[in-house]
């Protein structure tokens, strides 16, 4: 089981990003998903977060600013970013509770993305 960040890159303050984390793998269930992100001499600290119920919390940084959802067709998880502010500069991780199919039994453990950088600069 692994999952795949993409979607981070430079963009413009007052943009928009939309970041992704696509499970492979036997996964059957999707249980809660956590957006964390560093910042260049930082602590990792925790951006939103959504259970498997559609229930979500969010930093005050980024409250109305930033969705989390999950796409459980696709098993993939996304965070929306909009109106970006160069203080969001930083690499972003997915953390997801999955289940899977590991060697004939179901295993739920945390798996985390690789990390994905976004800048926002002009």
């Known amino acids: 089981v692994q999952l795949q960040a993409s979607g981070g890159g430079l963009v413009q303050p007052g943009g928009s990003l939309r970041l992704s984390c696509a499970a492979s793998?036997?996964?059957?269930?999707?249980?809660?998903v956590d957006w964390f992100r560093q910042a260049p001499g930082k602590e990792r600290e925790l951006v939103a977060h959504?259970?498997?119920?559609?229930?979500?919390n969010y930093a005050d940084s980024v409250k109305g600013r930033f969705t989390i959802f999950i796409d459980n067709v696709k098993n993939t998880l996304y965070l929306q970013m909009n109106s970006l502010k160069p203080e969001d500069t930083a690499v972003y991780y997915c953390?997801?509770?999955?289940?899977?199919?590991?060697?004939?039994?179901?295993?739920?453990?945390?798996?985390w993305g690789q990390g994905t950088l976004v800048t926002v600069s002009s």
């Open positions: 953390k997801a509770d999955l289940g899977a199919v590991v060697a004939g039994s179901v295993v739920f453990d945390d798996y």
């Open positions: 793998g036997n996964v059957i269930s999707i249980n809660a």
């Open positions: 959504i259970t498997s119920g559609g229930s979500t």
